[in-house]
């Protein structure tokens, strides 16, 4: 009797929203896109509206990076917009600019929303937050959460590993919910150092803290590729979305390695300033690594996530994946 009773709880148990984060300046998406969100019925977008950063001389706080709509989405598909908040954008900052500072981010949500026919019942703050700017911080998601309040709508935050194993120190946002982001977890160095966007070992010694986070928890989980810019043993850049094929397809730089690259002379590279010499290490997460930091992550979680992310949506990096090597990792939390 109870192994019936025990199979019918299992078997009742609501699966994780599906998600993936869309993280582009224009929003327009692919066939092959449209195709992926169809197939493995995707039911939520996380999509960046804008940054926020200081900008100038004068260090104003601006919005910069703001998508534009070129492309129409799917009814049956919610948006959760998004806003990157550079960690010194809050250094410095009194109470009368932080509440402004909310103010102005609501106001710019609602009208990339309304402007483009979108309705939501969350948005997100992303920010990697510091010991220093974490009581700014604290007090902007504090002023965002209580503008949106009247309006039913749910204010979350991004959350990384160190934030949950050091909580004591780091403290825990005033958010309705976060979002784990499980990558970004190593040091980015130049050389054959270990893979910096997911790496297990270093992860197994953030996740036991999980069972302990006092805040409802969704994940994300990677799926991308991008450059290190090294010159001279320095790190000089990140090369966002940018894979092996890039470097193999440009006659500029040689291959020196199976994931290294060196410039030949100087030149622009896709808006980057490459001098002779100049390095690039590619780091990518194959399908089967994507997998494994879903399922080392099973078993940590304080309870089941309501949604399970994949970042990011882009065709460049979805043709590395089969439609099946999705739905294994989604179908981990189910």
């Known amino acids: 009797m109870f192994f019936i009773l025990f199979l019918s709880f299992v078997s009742c148990r609501e699966a994780p929203v599906r998600a ?13 896109e449209r195709e992926y969100l169809r197939d493995l019925e995707i039911r939520r977008l996380y999509i960046r509206f804008f940054d926020v950063d200081k900008r100038g001389q004068d260090g104003e706080i601006l919005p910069v990076a703001t998508i534009r709509f070129a492309g129409s989405i799917e009814k049956e598909i919610d948006v959760i917009p998004v806003v990157y908040i550079t960690n010194r954008t809050l250094f410095g900052i ?13 106001a710019q949500i609602d009208r990339i929303a309304s ?15 510091s010991d220093k700017t974490r009581n700014n911080y604290f007090r902007l998601v504090e002023g965002v959460k209580k503008r949106y309040k009247e309006k039913d709508i749910t204010v979350s935050v991004t959350i990384r590993l160190h ?17 784990l982001m499980y990558y970004n977890m190593g040091k980015i160095e130049p050389g054959d150092s270990p893979n910096s ?6 992860a197994s010694k953030y996740i036991d803290y ?15 590729s991008w450059g290190v810019h090294v010159r001279n043993g320095s790190v000089m850049e990140l090369l966002n979305n940018m894979n092996i094929s890039d470097f193999c397809s440009d006659n500029r730089f040689i291959r020196t390695g199976a994931s290294t690259f060196t410039a030949r002379d100087s030149f622009f590279f ?7 010499g100049d390095v690039v290490k590619v780091e990518t997460i194959s399908p089967d690594e994507c997998l494994e930091a879903a399922r080392q992550l099973e078993d940590k979680l304080p309870g089941i996530p309501g949604t399970v992310t994949i970042f990011h949506l882009d065709s460049l990096i979805i043709s590395q994946y089969e439609e099946a090597d999705f739905e294994k990792i989604f179908n981990t939390y189910n």
């Open 20 to 32: 993936f984060y869309y993280w582009k300046s224009v929003f327009s998406l692919s066939e092959k």
């Open 94 to 106: 009194g109470e009368n600019e932080i509440s402004d500072l909310a103010e102005k981010i609501v």
């Open 115 to 129: 402007e483009n026919n979108i309705l939501f019942c969350e948005m997100q703050l992303d920010c990697d937050w």
């Open 163 to 179: 934030q949950v194993k050091y909580m004591n120190m780091t403290g825990v946002p005033p958010a309705d919910r976060g979002m």
């Open 197 to 202: 966007i997911f790496n297990a070992n270093v």
């Open 210 to 224: 999980l069972h302990n986070y006092p805040m409802p928890l969704d994940i994300a989980l990677p799926a991308f």
């Open 270 to 276: 896709r808006g980057f300033y490459f001098i002779s």
